[in-house]
């Protein structure tokens, strides 16, 4: 067993890890290590468990935000015991999400809840589709509640008229229904509680969406189910109403670790001070760093007021080595800027004072030299920057520095997913490797594409056209793969493949070459005299297993998609996703209650489309590594506690990263709604008054929403920033409607104009 | 093989699984048969339901010209017995004078009737609190009215626990039981005898009766009663009922078991029966298990005894009989197990039947995944699942869209990809294609239409034959249709099954293995009938109606199938215990998942609240459903092993079918004992 002294760990480090009993806070700066000190105590507090506690499951609890921040802490814990400490890889502690926890707590006693032990959890997409379900169904008949709310202009138009009414005002109830019922379960709110509020049918928007909520609950009861805001809800249930279970589970998590904590829900950490029975219980996390804030009840002020509680240690960790000098200047910087000259008085505690500081010298993890670091602000006053050239830019600034940098690594990072894809395509037309952290990958699109194309096949059998697409386009692709892969593999004969692919098309009678009556032959009904053996006996193949694909058309669609994805991948990797996606589709059917095959393609073309989030799987496995040579595209959420040599930072414009001025232009603020009103941001204020007594005031809440929202991008630029290490680039553009000028096009960001002045030295702070 | 020690009058035989004491009896047997000149006809075996009347059947050798022996449960006792005794009962029981004979319902029936029961109070609110569907609030009541009968406790009894045990839910109880009653009033009133009535009436009413008593007296000599612990208290008052009137008696008891808990039993309670024993014998280990496989019982015993790490064995000099299966993904975990048996089949020549794949629940995606890889590679599995619906049957599910053809209103009528799935189900020869092509052209407005019209080049393309069979089909109903109001449903569907189906040119003449379904389904529709028709209402369209829907929604589940096949088992742990199955090599899929630690409560009723010996008035506190868990884990694990001759592979994946981490109590004792065989390995 190695020294507790670990020459690996800082000081400030070295006493998190001695930390014998009680609360703690720890409160890092980005890069200063804290996952991989709060690793190092998770195994240090494993290894103080008895052979007895450790028989009796007695377990350390690490509570983290995400699934892929599970994965790399299983991964650090892991190592640190195997190697380090000798000791059992996989015994002593446990990891999860909030979700993950409230689960775990759920299915010990489900009865508690009301529930039976086999009820299952509907995932985000599930839910969807009910809400989805529900609100059409009532939006038709009662789309007039949402008349008070639309904007004068929007009558007088009849193509917009129907526009507003046909397209954007049903997606946007969807949104609303779908927020609100989150909403509500995040504040403990039942459907009850709410037909209370008086006059409730006075605000029709609360009565409508009060309504969805109820029949949603309804819905999932129906069929036995829980979606992931209920298991939460449920979890604190069982555990304020049994003293005894709470006690047990107490005494089996005898110490709580909190990853993440700036992002901590209300509920989180009224659940985590239940089972921490408020002793042992340690928070890690960077309020600066909270950018999950928006509409939800997850605040940095928690995890604030927690390292101010009396009886908590705090330690703090500034000492970084991410990042050189002139990124973490202009990083504290930001924070700076924003505390002492942000325009909007509002915004200027959006921060908290908690600077990055480099690592003294000798450190293992030495900061990059400031000659080996570097930051370029792409902005010059007057000269806008369309979203085309943007990516254009990037493109060729990659493809001067790859060659020249091979063994280092670069990412693009964007604000949100969509404009990810755009650059992906540029990317790809320049051959530039890449690999991306968005919404949806390329391989689950990709398999849920090929999938799609079957089911689409066997939903309509007699399709010539259908079954030629799925033999071009599903099961050559296979082939292809296949012969890839083997040694001696001939050239594949393209234009064979080609006039197999016309003769199915032409084939009238699918029938005839599928199952050829008696005395005809499937190859003369294709009516091809010169094929090779080799594509010959493969054409055969893809009869048979179109046979076989048709034949099991009957088998619920998970098992169906099964099926073929056995048949048509053969990686490990594309089979786990094969099997998600089929679970995913058979969930969204059960929600629906939908068996049809037409349905289930639908889910895949919606997967396809990337309406439909997944998470990478091969992240599952270790975590995602950037890669030399290959640039990452991703969000600048997915991109947190991940680092590059070079970082390239687009569309830091007014419309990602508003600042709260009256000029700004906000998502949430629909041009059909009247006022300029956030009509979300309106409708939850207006459950406030069953938490606390007050008049609600319109328009009040979209103030305070822009706040919300612009604090939180001001984070999310902080968090973007410090994802670098050597070299910083930040670009700009005029946004998706920028060639129509005028108030669409979007502006530089303020923050991005001020830390170009303060590289260029005419913006100093005190 | 171990034989049975010599006792008076009565015999209590306790053992683990695999230590040879149902042989033993069965030899006992055999010999007081051959040498004492006991009548076969004369011994009674008593078993819980499930296989294990199996061994009794096949291995009681009876001599020429004799009768067998009963081997019976106890509720097809009770059947039985009620029948035979029903003039007399019926003057001591509450049932309209104009019931001439009891009719027994199958759990399907008493699911269809406690539903009718329960859903007016499913409005006003009272199950606001459980999140379950409305018929799983039905069925969890019919749990409670089965356990309070199993227990021999009155149902105002079983409401007074359930409110103390569970706290603040006293409205829940209070209406569960009063269903309960409205329901068994009903019942009895008409002669319907669910499970409950049929064991309540043999051992609270027909044990009274002079009559009885001295029948039985007159049948019996002998008593075996086997696998006592999976039965429950009013079971084991029954037998000692017995005792008072037989020679003889055995009582078998098995060691770690309770697998039927969820289902009533007290095995608790089956101890007492020790203490009216003359004489007792007790065996200590399973004969028939490999020295490796008694090294793990052995590790295993020991670790969930709660015993101190330093004392836990270790195996030395052995090779470890338990193997881990360690993969990040679900399909892979499937993958690599399949590979496993495929080796031990092809390259090991290990027979299917000498393997189980055991999970904690079959769902139809891990079914299918394992049977279609078994298929490829030629190896027959077989699955095993308590209560398959039979509408998952294609040629059910085939003839159900024909009889809604027949009885939908027009919005509820099949879909064309239903009905093309019909068509090609049922017409002998008909492709997948030539399916939709024919349901193109024949269902039109929800309706099935003839051929007359069909086009040449059309008739071409479906072929001769198939348009010929689809005629005679379609004539067929034509013809009958009408006789969905005249006649009762299992009728209705038994004709068109043999004047149909069955015939050439239709998938039942060819395919055998759609007979079997065919006539359960049949076999359920009369059941309904009988247990619905109240011999004045002739809405038999209504009726089939009913029925159709229970079908649909999954209630209608043929009788457990018994017959033990040549293949790979598939099913889930539960299932291969009660049915007390033994082969060379588990493998034991998913081990992390939470279900292998089966969770004792119900929001509406509760096993073990509702057992005999639980003091009423407590309450069941986190400690005791600890324990009880505890309990379960070690009787499931030590089952499971000693009914293994030869080695378990436990197969884990990192994430679950779902996406979650894995981390169930079982991955954690499994690390455990993985750990102390691994030490020691070279």
Known sequence: MTSLLNPLLRQAQQ?????????????????????????????????????????????????????????????????????????????????????????????????????????????????????????????RSRRGEFDPYLATGVRENPKRFHNVYERQLPELAIQLCERFIKHCKDYSLTPGDLYAVPDLSRHSLLHFTTQIYDEYQRRLKFQGAVDFDDLILHALFVLEQNADFLKRLQKRWPYVLEDEAQDSSLLQERLLRLLSNDRNWTRVGDPNQAINTTFTTAHPRYLRSFARESNVALVRLHQSGRSGRPIADLANALIKWTAQMHPTVDLRHTFEDHFIQPVPPGDPQPNPSIGETMVHIHYQPEKDVSSDEELRLVASSLMRWLPENPDKTAAVLVPENRHGYRLLDVLKRHNIPNEELLQTTAGVRLIAQTLEIVLTYLAEPINPASLSRVYAEAWRKRAAAIEQNQPDNEQSDESGIKTVEAAITRCKYVESFLWPADGTSWTDVLNITSLSPVLLRDLQNFRLHAQRWLRAAYLPADQLILLIAHDLFGNPTDLALSYRIALSVRAAQQAAASNSLGFAVGELKAIRENQRRFLRTEDVIEGYAPRPGVVTVATMHAAKGLEWDRVYLLSVNSYSFPSARPDDVYIGEKWFVRDGLNIEAELLEQTSVLRQPFDYIEGRATQQARLDYAAERLRLLYVAITRARKELIILWNTGHYGHQGGPFAARPALPLIALCEYINGTLSFT | ??????????????????????????????????????????????????????????????????????????????????????????????VDAAVQEPVFLTSDLAGYYITRFARPYLETGVFDGVHLPAYRIALQILDSINNAALAGLALDEAENRLIHAKGEQRDIYHTVIRIAHSYQNFCLKRGLLDYALQIRLLVENLLDINEFQEHFERSYDYLAADNVEEMGALAHDFIFWCMEYVHKTIIIYDTDGGFRTFLGADPAHAYLLADVCSDRAIWEKPASLSAGMLGIVEIADALLRDSPADTLPVISGRSP????????????????????????????????????????????????????????????????????????????????????????????????????????????????????????????????????????????????SICQHYEQMFSWFTAHQAEIASSPPDGFISRFAEEVILQPGFAGCSDVSFRAPINNFVAAARSFTEAVYNGEDDNWTEIMRSFVRLTLDGLVSPDADLEPVEAVFIGPAHTYLTRDLRVDYQFWLDIGDDGWTERIEQPLTHPYVLRRGFPGGDMWTDDLETAAQKTRLRSLILGLLRRCHKGVFAAACDISASGYEQRGRLTFVLQQMFDRTRTSTP
């Open chain 2, 321 to 464: 009989a338990l193997h881990f299966v360690s993969t990040t993904f679900y399909p892979q975990m499937i993958d690599c197990c399949a590979a496993e048996i495929t080796k031990l089949v092809h390259q090991k020549n290990v027979a299917p039947k000498r393997i189980a794949v055991i999970a904690p629940y079959l769902s139809d995606s891990l079914l299918f995944a394992l049977q279609s890889r078994f298929d490829s590679v030629g190896i027959p599995a077989k699955s095993y699942r308590p209560s398959r619906p039979l509408i998952l049957e294609p040629i059910v599910q085939a003839v159900v869209i024909f009889l809604r053809l027949c009885i939908e209103e027009a919005e509820a009528r099949p879909q064309p990809a239903e009905v093309s799935f019909a068509l090609q189900t049922a017409v002998e020869g008909l492709d997948p294609v030539r399916a939709a092509l024919l349901t193109q052209v024949v269902y039109r407005n929800g309706e099935l239409v003839g051929l007359e019209k069909l086009t040449e080049p059309v008739q071409t393309r479906l072929t001769e």
């Open chain 2, 1 to 94: 093989m171990p034989t049975l020690p010599a006792f008076q009058r009565s015999l209590f035989l306790e053992g683990p699984a695999g230590s040879g004491k149902t042989r033993a009896v069965i030899q006992h047997l055999n010999r007081a048969i051959q040498k004492q000149g006991i009548a076969p006809e004369r011994v009674l075996v008593l078993v819980p339901p499930s296989q294990l009347n199996i061994p009794y059947q096949q291995d009681i050798s009876i001599p020429p010209g004799r009768k067998n022996p009963l081997i019976v449960t106890l509720s097809s006792f009770a059947r039985r017995s009620i029948r035979r005794f029903w003039p007399l009962l019926k003057q001591v029981l509450p």
């Open chain 1, 15 to 139: 006493e998190i890890i001695h930390h014998k009993t009680g609360k703690m806070a720890v409160i890092a700066t980005p890069g200063s290590g804290k996952t991989f000190t709060l690793a190092h105590l998770a195994a240090q507090l494993v290894g103080k468990l008895s052979a007895k506690e450790i028989l009796n499951g007695t377990e350390i609890l690490v509570v983290t935000f995400s699934n892929s921040a599970v994965y790399s802490l299983r991964k650090r814990i892991r190592h640190i015991l195997q190697h380090d400490r000798d000791l059992l890889p996989d015994v002593g502690y446990r990891i999860r999400t909030l979700h993950g926890l409230a689960h775990d707590i759920v299915r010990d006693r489900p009865a508690l809840a009301g529930l039976g032990d086999d009820f299952h959890i509907l995932d985000e997409q599930a839910s969807r589709h009910i809400i989805r379900d529900l609100t059409q169904a009532a939006f």
